[in-house]
């Protein structure tokens, strides 16, 4: 396989454990279900891996978009010695830009949505804005087949250009590759953090990096991009 397939795997796994781990809402809803609910270890577990999967999916495919576009272009005559290169611009470019906006999001501090977990296990999910009150009639108390459809809605949008490049390169095998270096670095970052927490195990506060998360994303594919271009990765 390729080194820059390499340095794409390293940068999707980069991403997955980011997007995860600045997010407790990617995990803290599971363990209070469980014992609100009294899930067992297992159940638990399979619930955090439906709706991770389905996270998962809904990013990927996004990302298909980006590899129709990739597919395209390396079937346009004329430009099969170049693509390459091409592609690895488009990384760079796509990255600075991503940077840049993913800073200006977090310091507009747009509504998003958002989890709570009250004393008693019951968890709710509702919009708002970092620091801002929001009314209990405005929460809506969640199931696991809601939990399903909020995460399903809820994307990785860092994955699309990841997945345009060795499409670019008309490498299926390369991206069967990164999709699943995605999913399973999510997953068992999900399943770990769940673990930890089912048994009562404290974890670092990683909340206050979730309004980076796409400037962390965006520097990620930069870094990788300029690798592929100024230094030959």
Not at 132 to 147: C, D, Y
Request: hydrophobic share 50%.
């Amino acid at each position: 396989m390729p080194n820059d397939i390499y340095m794409l795997m390293i940068a999707a796994t980069t991403i997955a454990c980011l997007h995860t781990l600045s997010g407790p809402d990617h995990y803290l809803p599971f363990i209070a279900l469980s014992k609100a609910r009294g899930w067992s270890f297992a159940r638990t577990l399979v619930w955090t891996a439906i709706c991770g999967c389905g996270h998962v999916w809904s990013s990927v495919l996004l990302g298909l978009g980006g590899a129709a576009f990739g597919w395209s272009l390396s079937k346009v005559g004329g430009l099969e010695s170049v693509r390459g290169s091409l592609a690895s611009w488009v990384l760079l470019v796509f990255g600075f830009l991503y940077s840049v906006w993913g800073i200006y999001k977090a310091g507009q501090n747009k509504r998003h949505k958002h989890f709570d977990i009250y004393d008693d296990g019951t968890v709710y999910v509702y919009e708002h804005k970092h620091g801002e009150i929001v009314a209990p009639k405005e929460k809506h108390r969640v199931t696991p087949w809601i939990m399903f459809l909020v995460f399903l809605l809820g994307p990785c949008e860092p994955m699309i250009p990841l997945l345009y490049f060795p499409a670019a390169k008309n490498s299926g095998i390369g991206l069967l590759a990164l999709i699943m270096v995605y999913t399973i670095i999510t997953l068992l970052t999900m399943m770990l953090m769940v673990t930890l927490g089912f048994y009562g195990i404290s974890f670092l506060k990683t909340g206050k990096l979730e309004r980076y998360l796409h400037a962390l994303g965006g520097l990620t594919i930069f870094i990788c991009g300029a690798g592929m271009v100024f230094m030959g990765w």
